[in-house]
């Protein structure tokens, strides 16, 4: 399936042609999953924005209106932080519209897509990192940045002794994952 391009992928959502879908799920969802956890959200909340990102795509390319100037999954990706970031200030008291969203990405320069390319592949390496980190270091970093759990939570989940032995083993998990994500970023 790695030969369809962007058109192609676009036609497919347009005539809900299942393998397009699944493609782009595939490769755009976890990216967004780890942006939306790293935010203070949680994989529910990924799924939703997700969904409303292809939906909300689904419609302007249905519009005729749709200009791809940038890679699809740069593209996905826009969207969905602006909905993330939307939805964030919208919890704290400020509402915004779909429209919106939509709007502030038909902008995107070269530059701009250079850029999200560029955090796509990080947040795709670490994504592919935290998978190959193993139990219990990610459920113990996912615990700390993602739960913002504090470390005598963290000693008691985790049965350490102390939470001097459970900062140790958090900072070794983390050179661990840093070695796992700099291996696979630097090829």
Same mark, same amino acid.
């Given at each position: 399936?790695?030969?369809?391009?962007?058109?192609?992928?676009?036609?497919?959502?347009?005539?809900?042609?299942?393998?397009?879908?699944?493609?782009?799920?595939?490769?755009?969802?976890?990216?967004?999953?780890?942006?939306?956890?790293?935010?203070?959200?949680?994989? #529910? %909340? +990924?799924?939703?924005?997700?969904? *409303?990102?292809?939906?909300? @795509? $689904? /419609?302007?390319?249905?519009?005729?209106?749709?200009?791809?100037?940038?890679?699809?999954?740069?593209?996905?990706?826009?969207?969905?932080?602006?909905?993330?970031?939307?939805?964030?200030?919208?919890?704290?008291?400020?509402?915004?519209?779909?429209?919106?969203?939509?709007?502030?990405?038909?902008?995107?320069?070269?530059?701009?897509?250079?850029?999200?390319?560029?955090?796509?592949?990080?947040?795709?390496?670490? #994504? %592919? +990192?935290?998978?190959?980190?193993? *139990?219990?270091?990610?459920? @113990? $970093? /996912?615990?700390?940045?993602?739960?913002?759990?504090?470390?005598?939570?963290?000693?008691?989940?985790?049965?350490?002794?102390?939470?001097?032995?459970?900062?140790?083993?958090?900072?070794?998990?983390?050179?661990?994952?840093?070695?796992?994500?700099?291996?696979?970023?630097?090829?």
């Amino acid at each position: 399936m790695s030969e369809l391009n962007d058109k192609d992928l676009i036609n497919g959502l347009l005539n809900n042609d299942r393998r397009c879908i699944e493609k782009i799920y595939k490769d755009n969802f976890g990216q967004i999953r780890a942006y939306v956890l790293n935010n203070n959200g949680d994989v #529910d %909340e +990924a799924k939703d924005i997700f969904q *409303e990102a292809l939906v909300l @795509l $689904l /419609e302007k390319v249905r519009s005729g209106s749709f200009q791809l100037s940038s890679k699809l999954t740069t593209y996905i990706y826009s969207i969905c932080r602006n909905i993330w970031l939307k939805r964030l200030s919208r919890n704290r008291g400020k509402e915004i519209s779909a429209s919106d969203v939509l709007h502030e990405n038909e902008d995107l320069t070269e530059d701009d897509s250079d850029i999200l390319e560029e955090k796509n592949l990080q947040f795709a390496v670490m #994504d %592919e +990192a935290l998978s190959k980190l193993g *139990e219990p270091c990610k459920t @113990l $970093l /996912e615990s700390f940045y993602v739960k913002k759990m504090d470390m005598k939570s963290i000693t008691e989940m985790f049965g350490y002794t102390n939470a001097d032995n459970a900062k140790t083993q958090k900072y070794k998990c983390l050179m661990r994952l840093k070695k796992l994500f700099f291996d696979r970023y630097n090829k």
